[in-house]
Each structure stands twice: as C-alpha cells, then as structure tokens.
C-alpha cells in the first residue's frame, strides 16, 4: 500500500462520512432550488444548484439521479417546463432546451427503464423518467439538430 504524506491537510481524502454529508447537503440543497424556482426565485434557486455541484465536485459525489436532469447544466437553472424550459420526447429521447441560455441537452431515453418503473404508456408522453446512470457530461449540445 502506498502512503504519501500530503503537506497541507488532507486533500483528496475523504472519507464515508463526509460523502454522506456532502450528499445530505446537496439534497437539502436542491430541494432549496426546486422550491425557490417554483416561487419564481429563478436567482436563488441558481445559487442552490451552483452550491449542490460544487459540493459535488469537491467531494467527487454524484448528483441523485432524481435531480441530475431537473436543471441547466449550463446556467444552472431549475427547469420548469413551459414557463423556463421546453421539453421534447423523441423516438429514443429526451430533447431539453433551456429557455434562459438556450443549452439544448439531449438524453438517451429507454422505453425499458419506463416498464420497470411501472410506468403506464399515457404517462411516458408527458412525464417521461430519465434514465438512470448517465455520465454526467453525456448528451450536450448547443446547435440545433432536430
Ligand atoms: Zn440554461
């Protein structure tokens, strides 16, 4: 086993209970930024979803699945579709685009995913379950393609 000294504190160590910190933080976090943008608080709840990722990144934790795909990835705003964010399902996905920045984020969309979850055939038009287990940086595009 390797053991480097790392001058400086402890930097790229982490342990499981600052993970699990970290990722209550982040959910508190983004259920701040659901709940502001619902009141319209379109500038905090950018702040919400900008703190939830950079806890993130420091502590190399994964966003929930249950809200990867619920903002920008680009500007950070929550979506709220017909009012920020316009929603399309195609063939095999999703297509997103954002009504602030314009990002277009396209997600590979699974019908099985659909049947596992129990999902009826009427509700996969409208609500449709994003796919769990994307890469996080996995279907982003700006130009226009449909
Ligand atoms: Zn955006």
Redesign the pocket.
């Known amino acids: 086993m390797r053991r480097t000294a790392v001058k400086g504190g402890r930097r790229g160590i982490r342990t499981a209970r600052m993970v699990s910190i970290a990722r209550e933080r982040m959910e508190g976090l983004l259920k701040l930024a659901e709940e502001t943008s619902e009141r319209g608080r379109l500038d905090m709840s950018r702040r919400y979803v900008d703190l939830a990722r950079r806890i993130g990144m420091r502590y190399n934790v994964r966003l929930p699945a249950s809200s990867r795909y619920r903002f920008?990835p680009?500007?950070n705003?929550w979506y709220r579709f017909g009012t920020t964010a316009s929603r399309r399902l195609r063939t095999s996905r999703v297509v997103i685009r954002?009504g602030?920045?314009q990002?277009v984020t396209r997600l590979p969309y699974d019908h099985r995913t659909q049947l596992e979850a129990g999902t009826t055939t009427s509700a996969r038009s409208s609500e449709p379950t994003l796919v769990e287990g994307l890469e996080d940086d996995g279907e982003l595009a700006d130009e226009e393609a449909e």
């Open positions: 920008c680009g500007c705003t954002c602030i920045c990002l």
